[in-house]
């Protein structure tokens, strides 16, 4: 059973960064495309960014482009979210989630998600 696990969340000041991390259980990464989200309280979930395991393409929305960076290591069946010049709207719970085919934007829904890791930007 493929599971997801979000962590490097925390508090931080405006202007700094963190590096969420999502790591793959019982499944290789290779073939999946994986998704990032986040949901701030009261507002509904919303796509950020999303990378192709198989070559590391990545796509953002604009409003992190720039500021958000995917990577990912193959080795390690892990994805990490860069999140530099934080700001307090960026507050909220971070989600992965994957599926297949590994093509970037994903056109359908994602078939598996992550617990989510609180990320909480300081003014």
């Known amino acids: 059973q493929l599971q997801l696990v979000e962590s490097g969340g925390g508090l931080v000041q405006s202007g700094g960064s963190l590096r969420l991390s999502c790591v793959f259980h019982?499944?290789?990464?290779?073939?999946?495309?994986i998704g990032w989200f986040r949901q701030a309280p009261g507002k509904e979930k919303r796509r950020l960014a999303c990378i192709a395991a198989d070559d590391g393409s990545a796509t953002y929305v604009d409003s992190v482009k720039g500021r958000f960076t995917l990577s990912r290591d193959i080795a390690k069946n892990t994805v990490y979210l860069h999140m530099s010049s934080l700001k307090p709207e960026d507050t909220a719970v971070y989600y992965c989630?994957?599926?297949?085919?590994?093509?970037?934007?994903?056109?359908?829904?994602?078939?598996?998600w992550g617990q989510g890791t609180q990320v909480t930007v300081s003014s």
């Open positions: 019982g499944h290789t990464m290779v073939n999946y495309a």
């Open positions: 989630a994957t599926g297949q085919p590994s093509i970037c934007p994903f056109p359908y829904e994602y078939d598996y």
